[in-house]
């Protein structure tokens, strides 16, 4: 799915107009409904004080008619009007006009503190106060408002954005921003939706289709994109029938070090899981028993010293070798990297160490064979690229890094980047249980995986954090969160894999 700037969408609007023969007060009304068709599947008639604050513009326009529907089907409503300036929207206008027409209790304005309502812990607020067309940090009195809101620990639903967030750029430090509990978003998600320093205000997301023209939407250039099944689904490659395991690639793992001979097993582990033909291990001579022991469908060559790596095995000849997990960074480690990067010509993945040794010895960089897949945690990545401002800044860094050396970077978080050049592959997998020892490891062993089987790095890289994340997500809806180990990812990758092609049920669906 594209992700879209606030210019896009609203360029879609218009051309929707245009091409569908509607009126902007029909399409509001279109996209509004939806957003009263999901809160009245949640909440059923529910008796809750349902608390509306409506800005002036369309965001506001779009709170009037959820309000005017949640009147008409009995819901307890009062609606609020914060009049942060007289400049009405038309939209606005003809909906204010709409809801006269069907109830006596009209809006209440608020044109400073002293109009502020109470807002109690069971209230159930919605958030139509600014959308996509914020364009400056909310002040003043308005900004107390959000924050008597964000206070309140209401539940907070936020219509399309949550207000004071932007669509393109880090809101300040102490900026207003309302923390929504679930944001309904129109059409497109936005980037801000999924970047670290952003996407806590969001709470949980749903994009709603209001059925902007596709064919705008299908032309508009976006380089930014959202990674869910459809897009993984379209990635992946079936197994022939008349196959052997030949043709699902020969992986090379290369890491490893006394203590820590555990991250390269389950980066075989995962690599094996996720489908390669044939799977080695080089690692020091110390992890001989236990990777036999523990992975007896790997086989292992070691390197001459019992606890780190000092050489690679230049005549042997994988399909795809990765590097890095629990190597360390000594100086011997440091020169095993290099004699690989001066005999292998195919890209590799480096990924832990090996992404710590090429940001202390940068001419090393220069040797990546193109397309090589890098995977770093933020903090890595701060060592390979430098610091940076905020999360735009960093992508921008992060692109700059990707052209400069031809690589495909993959940035490791609650949602993982990957980038090359220009294009932004956004992903939606995952849970916070896979913030655990190890499941890096797995991860690099996926895209090596897909890597020896074929696919194009790129592809390798986006649908194996995709994998990588929905294992986790199947490992968590059976163990809970806390009990998710690493080993238990790639446990699961076959669920993931089977999971592509399995449609989801709509609860209105089951039975
Ligand atoms: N695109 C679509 O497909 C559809 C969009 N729809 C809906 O429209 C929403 C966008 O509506 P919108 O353009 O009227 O802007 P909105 O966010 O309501 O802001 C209102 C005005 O506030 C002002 N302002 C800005 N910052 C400010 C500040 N800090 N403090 C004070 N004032 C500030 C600024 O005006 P200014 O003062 O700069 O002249 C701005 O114009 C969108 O999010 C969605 O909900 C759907 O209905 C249908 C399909
Ligand atoms: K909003």
Known sequence: ?????AEQLSEADKRTIERQNITSEELMERAATLVFNEIHNRLNGAPIPIKVFCGIGNNGGDGLVIARHLIQHGYHVTIYVVNYSDKR?????????KLKSITNDWPQLIKGEDNFPEINTGDFVIDAMFGIGLNRPIEGWVAKLVGLINDSKAF????????GLFSDKVPGNDAAVIEADFTLSFQAPKLVFFLPETMDYVGDLQILDIGLDREFLAEIKAPIHLIEKVEAASLYKPRKTNSHKGDYGHVLIVGGSYGKIGSVLLTATAAL???????????????YNIVQTGL?????LTDKDSEQLTTYPEDFEADVVCFGMGAGTSQKTVGALEDLLNSVKEPVVIDADGLNILSNNKKLLDLLPKDSVLTPHPGE?????GEW???FDKLEKAKDFSKKYDVVLVIKGAHSFTIKGDEIYVNNSGNPGMATAGSGDVLSGVITSLLGQSYEPLSAAILGVYLHGRSGDFAASELGYESVLAG?????IGKAVKDLFQSEMKDSERN
């Open 1 to 5: 799915m594209k992700i879209l700037t």
């Open 89 to 97: 929207s038309d939209d606005f206008l003809a909906n204010y006009e």
């Open 156 to 163: 907070t639903l936020a219509i399309d954005m949550p207000s």
């Open 273 to 287: 899981k996720t489908g390669s033909g044939l799977c080695s291990l080089y690692i020091p001579e110390c992890g």
């Open 296 to 300: 007896p469908e790997a086989m292992v």
């Open 381 to 385: 990545l701060k060592r390979l690229i």
């Open 389 to 391: 401002q905020d999360d």
């Open 488 to 492: 238990d990812i790639a446990q699961n």
